[in-house]
C-alpha cells in the first residue's frame, strides 16, 4: 500500500525567512510525485511533477527535489501569499494519487 | 482553457437522503478522479473513470458511486448519507496520465 507522511504538520514564517517542506513515500513503482497548493475552501492547485531521483523543478519562490525516498519544497524569501496548505501525493496505479496530509504554511508580514 | 467545474458548491442534506454531484472536465480530458477530503483523513480516493469505465475504485462503501458519460462528464452519488460523509468532494481530471487538475469541489453537510 502506498503511503505519504509529510511534515511539519504546520510551519510557521517570518515574510523572507526560507525553508523547507519534506514529504516521505513509500510505493510498489513510483510514476511520478506531485506537489499541490490548496487555499482554503479550494480546489487543490497543481505545481509540480517529478519522475526520477534527482530531478528538480522551480517556480517562482518554490523549488521541488525528488530523491528515492522523499522529496522536499524548498521556499525561498517566502511572501504572506505563499500562505497555503502544501500537498504531496504520490502515483503508481493508473490516475490514482495517494495523498499526504498536507504541511499548513502560514507567512507573517 | 476553462478548468474543472463542479456543481453544485454547496448541498446541505439530512441522514439517509441520497445525493449527486457532478463534474465536467477539462476540454479533452478523457480520465475523472473523486476525492473526499475531510479534516482528520486528508485527500482520500473515491474512484476513477475513463473513456466511461471505471478503471480504479477506493476503499468506500458502496454507497458511493459514479459514472462517467460519453462527454467525459462525471456524476458521483451518495446514497443513505450519513454524518460521515460530510466532506469536500473534490474531482480531477487528466489526460489520461497523471497529472491531475482540480475543480474547487461540493462542500456536502449532512445534518
Known amino acids: 500500500e502506498d503511503q505519504v507522511t509529510q511534515s511539519p504538520e504546520a510551519l510557521r514564517l517570518q515574510e523572507g525567512e526560507s525553508s523547507s517542506l519534506n514529504c516521505s513515500y513509500t510505493?510498489?513503482?513510483?510514476?511520478?510525485l506531485f506537489w499541490y497548493r490548496q487555499d482554503p475552501g479550494k480546489g487543490p492547485e497543481f505545481l509540480f511533477t517529478?519522475?526520477?531521483a534527482g530531478e528538480e523543478k522551480e517556480k517562482e519562490r518554490l523549488k521541488a527535489t525528488l530523491t528515492k525516498k522523499e522529496s522536499f519544497l524548498h521556499i525561498t524569501a517566502p511572501k504572506p501569499e505563499d500562505s497555503a496548505t502544501y500537498l504531496c501525493a504520490v502515483a503508481s496505479g493508473y490516475s490514482t494519487l495517494t495523498f499526504g496530509k498536507g504541511t499548513m504554511l502560514l507567512v507573517s508580514p | 482553457k476553462a478548468g474543472v467545474t463542479q456543481t453544485p458548491r454547496y448541498l446541505i442534506k439530512t441522514r439517509g437522503q441520497q445525493v449527486t454531484l457532478s463534474c465536467s472536465p477539462i476540454s479533452g480530458h478523457r480520465s475523472v478522479s473523486w476525492y473526499q477530503q475531510t479534516p482528520g483523513q486528508g485527500l482520500q480516493f473515491l474512484f476513477e473513470?475513463?473513456?466511461?469505465?471505471?478503471?480504479n475504485k477506493g476503499n468506500f462503501p458502496g454507497r458511493f458511486s459514479g459514472r462517467q458519460f460519453s462527454n467525459s462528464r462525471s456524476e458521483m452519488n451518495v446514497s443513505t448519507l450519513e454524518l460521515g460523509d460530510s466532506a469536500l468532494y473534490l474531482c480531477a481530471s487528466s489526460f489520461g496520465g497523471h497529472e491531475q487538475f482540480f475543480g474547487p469541489g461540493t462542500r456536502l453537510t449532512v445534518l
Open positions: 473513470y475513463f473513456s466511461e469505465t471505471q478503471r
Open positions: 517529478l519522475y526520477s
Open positions: 510505493v510498489s513503482g513510483l510514476r511520478g
